[in-house]
């Protein structure tokens, strides 16, 4: 027994009724000027309705949604603009990862004045909570887990990916409404799905796990295998919808409280050299990753394992293939890959923002043993 | 899936240097001024000297531990008026159930300048955490989960009990150190344990649970069922000291989310007949219940019994008996409670304060079927 710290949990709550909750939230701590940072997707589909059916003249409502993809620090820098000129008073985030990402920075840092560029890898000191904006974050996809975490990754100006990191950019509520996610396409449901399972099982058998974030890395993981299957293949299945949610949010609470591992580092160097879905290339990569990871054989992969129900830990990666082929993962890189070789990715792989998640699997991964991963990635 | 709502969630760590980390959390927050509310018996073994050989002169110290048994409201208001004189500006709990809610209700409601009995069954609302003293809790026995939850108890100048409740009273963090109970003779190490198991079958499977709490209240019943019996049996095993620590920890968070049942019910009403330790109470109140709730035949009680390793519902009851026995609870009352019948117990069981904890079961239980567990217990 490690010793270990459970702190600065947040809140979230199971709801049908997301908007009408948070509009509720931001009543009761009487804001009036609401900015809402959402999917382009979801604007197109009819949400500035949605809300203001639901506003009963309470707030005034600036619904901003220029972004696409994954967050550009420029793209977080207009949102901080847009949202100081409207004097916002509270934030409500509605999206994939990569818009709550954006919009737990804008919480974070609107009243400092300063750049975002200013608070990148822990550049200066986070504002704390009582001097930010009351936040609500609503998730659309089941996976990042951004609306648990701490973590919030953006792409600087030359190409990198950076993290605005602390606890403190975590939102005040969490509300999970499967009414949100249940019109997911079905590759869509099982990427993300998956990247939530990687997620749980990275936090829970990493060199930096223990007892307190395994509580919710191990539900993560038992509710993803029951859940991932039933979510692609009956997409109106609220309850599947729903746990696929709390898997998300409680893998998103394990990493937040010990990190992920070697999937993700090469799933985000995977990203560096071409548009990817990050769920796809964690899948992917976690695949390819696992035989070498379990090999340390340690009792909390075992107990991972279990939880994923495997009693024997080298049955894990034949029962992982079977769940991928459950769930539909095609095993191919966009095609934009097909000009890259293993050696384009290895200087990414060397580079010092992956270094911690490569350092955050309990067998240390060499460049040989690297090469060989990315072989197996990209030929 | 029901809707349903996990907030306030309070932070902890797994420590084995307890003092030295309370010390830190307050010294970091720039508290100058620290009343250190404890059990007598800590006092009676060292714990001043303890603290001031971590203190270097950070500090200035109040130790107060003028209090005995389970909590009255006299205490209590004489615990206030110490903190008060002393200008304390940071509150350290030490102890069991009893002290740490004593310890609560001080931290939370000394800068009102009101009498605590003005906070009594949310006679008035508790000030906000920013009106509040920073306070830290270090839980000596694994039961009560007192330091998890917004719940506290004490005895009322009519003999009745009272509660100050709500989310406001949480501590700012826990410390589970397990040096803290590793001297608790056997019989209270069973018997509080059984109380941490009860509040977390209650809570996974009573009207109110939902798949939030059962998050806890499952890891809960697997802690415990590992757990107790070693920490009963080796008494100097660290590990399982601390993994009931956890469990009690767990439990607390359970029932702040979603409340106790009928076996609190009973064993709340013993001990207006008569002094009874609360964790013994609460064994005999359960095991004697136990097959009238799980003639309910729910989905929930049948997760928890799997969490107790049983998996036919109808098992139940003869694997709690013999855990029992395996921890050694004898099923008899104290003495003084010799000249009681079930007669006696019927007008506490029918008052007010015991009627939210009979209806949290699933089954409703009538004033007869109360009578045969009164009758159960007493003859």
């Not at 400092?112 to 996809?141: E, H």
């Not at 095609?335 to 200087?347: N, Q, W």
Request: one cysteine or more.
């Amino acid at each position: 027994m490690s010793e270990f710290k459970v702190t600065d949990t947040s809140g979230f709550e199971v709801t049908r009724n997301g908007i009408s909750r948070a509009l509720e939230y931001f009543a009761e701590r009487g804001c009036c000027r609401l900015f809402v940072l959402s999917d382009p997707f979801l604007v197109s589909n009819g949400l500035a309705a949605q809300i203001e059916a639901r506003n009963h003249n309470r707030f005034q409502i600036s619904i901003y949604s220029d972004f696409f993809g994954e967050p550009k620090l420029t793209s977080v820098q207009a949102a901080m603009l847009a949202a100081r000129a409207f004097n916002a008073d509270a934030v409500l985030g509605i999206g994939g990862g990569s818009g709550l990402d954006m919009a737990k920075i804008v919480k974070t840092c609107i009243n400092t004045g300063r750049d975002v560029a200013d608070f990148v890898m822990q550049a200066n000191q986070l504002p704390a909570l009582n001097a930010q904006l009351p936040s609500v974050m609503i998730p659309t996809t089941a996976g990042t887990g951004s609306e648990a975490s701490g973590t919030n990754i953006l792409t600087l100006e030359n190409g990198n990916k950076g993290w605005v990191w602390g606890p403190e950019t975590r939102p005040d509520l969490a509300l999970l409404d499967p009414h949100f996610s249940a019109s997911l396409p079905a590759n869509l449901t099982a990427w993300t799905g998956m990247d939530a399972l990687v997620h749980a099982f990275e936090a829970a058998s990493n060199r930096y796990t223990h007892q307190g974030a395994q509580l919710y890395a191990h539900q993560a993981i038992r509710l993803s295998v029951d859940a991932l299957p039933k979510a692609v293949h009956s997409p109106d299945d609220l309850d599947a919808r729903t746990d696929m949610l709390l898997a998300s949010y409680y893998a998103g609470c394990a990493i937040h409280l010990c990190s992920t591992s070697i999937a993700h580092a090469l799933s985000h160097a995977l990203a560096r050299l071409a548009p990817i879905n990050h769920g796809l290339a964690t899948a992917l990569a976690f695949e390819i990753t696992l035989p070498f990871v379990l090999a340390a054989e340690t009792k909390d992969m075992q107990k991972a394992a279990a939880a994923f129900g495997v009693s024997e830990l080298r049955a894990m990666p034949d029962a992982l293939t079977q769940f991928m082929d459950r769930v539909g993962v095609e095993r191919r890189l966009p095609e934009a890959f097909g000009k890259f070789s293993a050696d384009d990715l290895m200087p990414v792989l060397r580079s010092d923002e992956i270094q911690p998640m490569r350092e955050a699997c309990v067998n240390y991964a060499s460049d040989e043993q690297l090469f060989d991963f990315a072989k197996a990635l990209l030929g």
